[in-house]
């Protein structure tokens, strides 16, 4: 593979970043392929209590191996996500670079699928709130998904465009851009981008990177955390934009404390030398990444804050609704889509300015929709933290929740009538309505397992 790795490209790593090209050539040719996952700290369980911890990140771990994810119904139920081991160095990052017992707001704006977004969520506090944003509309469904199986309240999900954000001028206290690029640093994962990749396809890729970050600074708050990343090898993807943002705008780059085994190389800006970590597969038990941070030194047009709307939810159903809840956490019914979503009361004014300014397609836990004097629950709810402990279960063995997911026939005994949670080890898979013939399965069918396991 070494003789159609790009020659121009390998040569500037080698001159500007000591880059060992006989390792480099080696890793992409012998084709190793490396699985992680980061466990969800919502849903505790034993999966993956022998696998090795990756060193950045509390909740990462290796995998020897790669099994068959979508034939583990704890993997439909949100218990671990799969995401690239570099990638989740952002939660050194903010770790190291803010206070996550404050309760902030935070932007991840090229969000899909969900990576960075799920993994940001575990470590923020419940009070804070997450805007999960995708650009693209076609790619905004998966992000949704992801959410719903982490199963927090504290999250939005919107599609706009990074201009749309200017509408909210110092709002954020964090936004992280892992902005789209020329995907150098997935060449191992797959060989087919290499005949993709070109020059002017980086200096068009450096262009969008700009624009994106001019669009998105004016909502970044006074004394908030830039997070910028990359999965491009490229100079001009990384430490030349970081050098345009020093020109442009007034930041201060963020140094991060890296542990030298974990062979993360740390790469300085030839203009302002503004701090870069770039993470090569030879190197580390990733793939290639790089990411830099700034906090911003100058003040943007503050939007003006805006009081919650007041839910108009008539008195005969807020009692529907909150049977299926859990009492034991401070939670606000707002309307939604016809029906109701969850949200945490401080979180109110939020989403109503959020709501006012942008396109939002989740706010927190869309619960279901009440049809005469019942709720008709959503899958959000099945997979929310948010459920009552009294609402009816099945718990299911491996079968039977293969089954379930597949929406295969599926026969249960000694289950009382109505809708019941499907759960597998504890952790809910969706709904279904227990009738006195039949079990009428509610698993939305965009989500079923179509393959043979």
């Known amino acids: 593979m070494s003789n159609i790795l790009p020659s121009s490209l390998i040569r500037s790593l080698n001159e500007k970043f000591g880059l060992d090209q006989e390792l480099f050539f080696r890793v992409h040719e012998e084709g190793e392929f490396i699985t992680s996952v980061r466990l969800n700290p919502f849903k505790p369980s034993n999966a993956f209590e022998e696998a090795d ?39 050194h990052i903010l770790r190291h670079s803010t206070d996550l017992k404050e309760d902030l707001k935070v932007l991840d704006l090229c969000a899909a699928p969900g990576g960075k977004s799920t993994l940001i969520s575990s470590v923020i506090n419940s009070d804070s709130l997450l805007v999960s944003n995708e650009i693209i509309k076609t790619r905004v469904p998966v992000l949704a998904d992801n959410m719903t199986k982490w199963g927090v309240i504290n999250s939005v999900v919107t599609n706009n465009d990074p201009r749309d954000f200017q509408r909210l001028g110092g709002y954020f206290d964090v936004i992280v851009v892992d902005a789209p690029c020329s995907g ?44 910028y990343s990359t999965c491009s090898y490229s100079e001009e ?37 503004n701090h870069g970590y770039r993470f090569y597969p030879h190197l580390v038990k990733g793939e290639g990444f790089f990411v830099s941070c700034f906090i911003k030194n100058d003040s943007s047009s503050m939007i003006k804050s805006t009081k919650s709307r007041t839910a108009n939810i008539p008195k005969n159903e807020l009692p529907v609704i909150e049977r299926w809840i859990t009492g034991e956490l401070p939670l606000q019914p707002i309307p939604v889509k016809e029906g109701y979503s969850i949200i945490n009361p401080v979180h109110a004014a939020d989403i109503t300015l959020l709501q006012s300014n942008l396109y939002l397609k989740k706010s927190g836990v869309f619960a279901g929709k009440i049809v005469g004097k019942d709720l008709i629950p959503d899958h959000e709810l099945a997979l929310s933290l948010i459920l ?27 289950i009382g009538q109505g809708w019941t949670l499907m759960t597998f080890k504890g952790f809910g898979l969706g709904w279904a309505k227990i009738l006195s013939n039949r079990i009428n399965n509610y698993l939305p069918k965009e989500l079923r397992i179509l393959k043979e396991i």
């Open 237 to 273: 993807e990384n430490e030349e934009i970081t050098d345009w943002l020093s020109d442009t705008f007034n930041v201060t780059t963020v140094k991060i404390p890296v542990k030298p085994e974990w062979q993360i190389q740390e790469s300085l800006s030839v203009k302002h030398k």
């Open 388 to 414: 009552n402990k009294n609402i009816q279960k099945a718990e299911l063995n491996y079968e039977e929740a293969i089954s379930y997911l597949r929406k295969d026939d599926l026969k249960l005994e000694n």
């Open 184 to 227: 150098s640093g997935m060449w191992r994962k797959d060989p087919q981008t290499i005949n993709e990749w070109s020059e002017n396809n980086v200096q068009l890729c450096s262009q969008r990177q700009q624009r994106i970050l001019a669009d998105i600074y004016p909502a970044l708050k006074e004394g908030g955390l830039l997070i």
């Open 53 to 91: 911890r990756i060193g950045w990140t509390e909740y990462g771990r290796y995998l020897e191996e790669r099994p068959s994810f979508i034939a583990d119904p704890l993997f439909h139920a949100g218990g671990y996500y799969v995401q690239e081991a570099s990638s989740m160095f952002v939660e």
